[in-house]
């Protein structure tokens, strides 16, 4: 006679929080953190698949993510980073296209807007973009040009009287096929330095086209951007962009953003895994009985719970202003290559029902590719975190 399965939601660690990280926010936060998973349960988890198989976005829930009140946390409603980074994950959680889409609008568009703007700028610009009346996207990977495009940027910028002319292409641009504007940075021929520009995707010269084909993140618009001598009025310079490193001071808050993505991941794995391992019965017995199935769950919860840990820690040297350029690089290398291991496990536990949507695994598994590429390779956030502890670069 076959155990009964219990419900996943009725047992101990139903939620993943193994070590109670969530007992360290406010009960303010907690509160609000609560209100944000009722929004997600009710508004992205039950549309969530159907999007992601067709590859189109639900632009009807972009008025709703306004309503919900997600961006920028911490510098405009005086949230912990910590609370950012839990609501990030749990954004990942329900899906981690729409995840991808607000990371996109609120870490990289609007935090270049915040850390490269002048006072002026920011006023004129950040209440459309907070409200998301003015969508955005982050125009800095190039067709020949991913991770050395810190120095071979060949987008141009030049001057001319009271405009800048752009030329170039962008490729893997999140969200620019439908997006009002698109924070560009390009290469100004006169200084031979990285510049940021504030581009309205209406100017002539401006197209973006859908990348076909993905088998990750289907349900984010990323797109090929060209700039043939797109024409920008001189304030739309960013004021504080003059340099790659002035670039970096917006990837290294973002960073910190896709680690968070990645314990959201494991944690989406975990939930799968280990509701599917309760309930499916093989044998006669439920799949949760077995003990390699109950090891491959426990390596999951750890390998989330340890991926929390350290971001959990680098969120408070973030609040303290003590975070550094290489622990976001350790963070993020490691938390990625932790996450593709248990989302790996969790397809292994769902066997055949692991690779057809209709079980959420392989939405999962297929996801965690594209978390795992962007903001950075494991491999150059891992030779950034060695030159910090070696003092030698092996970075070309």
Request: charged share 25%.
């Amino acid at each position: 006679m076959s155990t009964p399965a219990a419900d996943p939601r009725e047992l101990p660690y139903a939620d993943g929080d193994f070590y109670a990280f969530e007992q360290l926010l406010s009960a303010k936060e907690r509160d609000r953190l609560a209100e944000v998973r009722d929004f997600l349960a009710r508004e992205v988890r039950p549309i969530a698949a159907d999007c992601w198989n067709r590859g189109e976005f639900p632009m009807d829930l972009i008025p709703k993510l306004a309503e919900v009140d997600l961006v920028s946390p911490v510098r405009r409603q005086g949230h912990s980073n910590l609370f950012a980074g839990l609501v990030h994950a749990e954004l990942t959680r329900a899906d981690a296209s729409i995840a991808t889409f607000l990371g996109v609008h609120d870490g990289l568009f609007a935090g270049s807007i915040e850390a490269l703007a002048s006072r002026e700028q920011q006023e004129e610009w950040l209440p459309d973009i907070y409200a998301l009346k003015k969508i955005g996207a982050f125009g800095l990977t190039e067709p020949l040009g991913g991770s050395d495009v810190a120095g071979g940027t060949r987008t141009t910028a030049r001057r001319d009287g009271d405009t800048w002319i752009l030329n170039g292409a962008k490729r893997w641009i999140g969200n620019a096929t439908f997006s009002d504007w698109v924070v560009i940075y390009a290469k100004d021929v006169a200084d031979n330095q990285v510049k940021g520009f504030l581009v309205d995707t209406a100017l002539p010269g401006f197209s973006a086209t859908k990348i076909e084909n993905k088998i990750s993140l289907r349900t984010v618009q990323n797109a090929d951007i060209v700039l043939e001598d797109v024409v920008v009025p001189d304030f739309f310079r960013l004021a504080n962009a003059n340099s790659f490193r002035d670039v970096n001071k917006v990837l290294k808050v973002t960073r910190l953003a896709v680690a968070w993505q990645a314990v959201g991941q494991q944690l989406a794995a975990f939930d799968v895994a280990r509701s599917y391992a309760v309930e499916r019965e093989q044998f006669g017995r439920p799949l949760a009985s077995f003990q390699l199935i109950q090891n491959q769950l426990v390596q999951i919860l750890g390998n989330a719970v340890s991926s929390m840990g350290m971001m959990v820690r680098l969120a408070q040297l973030e609040d303290d202003g003590l975070a550094k350029d290489e622990q976001s690089a350790l963070a993020k290398a490691f938390t990625t290559e932790r996450m593709r291991e248990s989302v790996a496990l969790g397809r292994s536990i769902l066997g055949g029902n692991g690779i057809v949507t209709d079980y959420g695994m392989a939405k999962i598994f297929a996801d965690a590719e594209a978390i795992y590429s962007y903001e950075g390779t494991a491999e150059i956030n891992t030779l950034v975190t060695g030159r910090a502890i070696t003092g030698i670069s092996a970075i070309v």
